[in-house]
T-cell receptor
Framework: ETGVTQSPTHLIKTRGQQVTLRCSSQ?????VSWYQQALGQGPQFIFQ???????GRGNFPPRFSGLQFPNYSSELNVNALELDDSALYLC????????????FGPGTRLLVL | KNEVEQSPQNLTAQEGEFITINCSYS?????LHWLQQHPGGGIVSLFM???GKKKHGRLIATINIQEKHSSLHITASHPRDSAVYIC?????????????FGTGTRLTIIP
């Protein structure tokens, strides 16, 4: 158990819809990173939040957005879903102080039809 | 060229064999992670290395910063070790926790 939870575990949406994925970090972890993992690929960095501000972004379009809240929870929002958005979405939390480990959640598997 | 490459992509071995998975990278890093991902998606952090060698149970990880290369070894492999093993790079920027992932090595241990 990493202490990081994600919801929902699975989700099916249709093209053009919007989705919100949620992550609850370990208490005290003020950095959360979101990753997209397509089938058979390694995770790709979407963005990172530190103390409720975006602090780094990967090569993802603006329709991928996020929020981080003071209670160590965060959201990933994706608008105008496309078929290629089908993937496993992982969040990882850390203390943001160069600590030893990032703690990953179990992921949300999104299928866009 | 990818910043991080792993080999082999797939590895099948008999129970008890000594396993080596390799990771080579081409950028400066502050640390390298070895991660284990089981079917269903959950990722577990095995090691974070910035130099030398670490050991935990039957797992050993080494890194050579000059050669930009790391290896993960599993001694006395067991079917429960079957998983995807991923190396991931942590960059040089302090406070940036972004990881750059390899595509993983799928390990299957046959009883």
């Amino acid at each position: 158990e990493t202490g990081v939870t994600q919801s929902p575990t699975h989700l099916i949406k249709t093209r053009g819809q919007q989705v919100t994925l949620r992550c609850s970090s370990q208490s005290g972890h003020n950095t959360v990173s979101w990753y997209q993992q397509a089938l058979g690929q390694g995770p790709q960095f979407i963005f990172q939040y530190y103390r409720e501000e975006e602090n780094g972004r990967g090569n993802f379009p603006p329709r991928f957005s996020g929020l981080q809240f003071p209670n160590y929870s965060s959201e990933l929002n994706v608008n105008a879903l496309e078929l290629d958005d089908s993937a496993l979405y992982l969040c990882a939390s850390s203390d943001g102080q160069g600590g030893e480990t990032q703690y990953f959640g179990p992921g949300t598997r999104l299928l866009v039809l | 060229k990818n910043e991080v490459e792993q080999s082999p992509q797939n590895l099948t071995a008999q129970e008890g064999e000594f396993i080596t998975i390799n990771c080579s990278y081409s950028v400066g890093i502050s640390a390298l992670h070895w991660l284990q991902q089981h079917p269903g998606g959950g990722i577990v952090s095995l090691f974070m290395l910035s130099s030398g060698k670490k050991k935990h149970g039957r797992l050993i990880a080494t890194i050579n910063i000059q050669e930009k290369h790391s290896s993960l070894h599993i001694t006395a492999s067991h079917p429960r070790d079957s998983a995807v093993y991923i190396c991931a790079l942590k960059g040089l920027i302090v406070g940036n926790e972004k990881l750059t992932f390899g595509t993983g090595t799928r390990l299957t241990i046959i009883p």
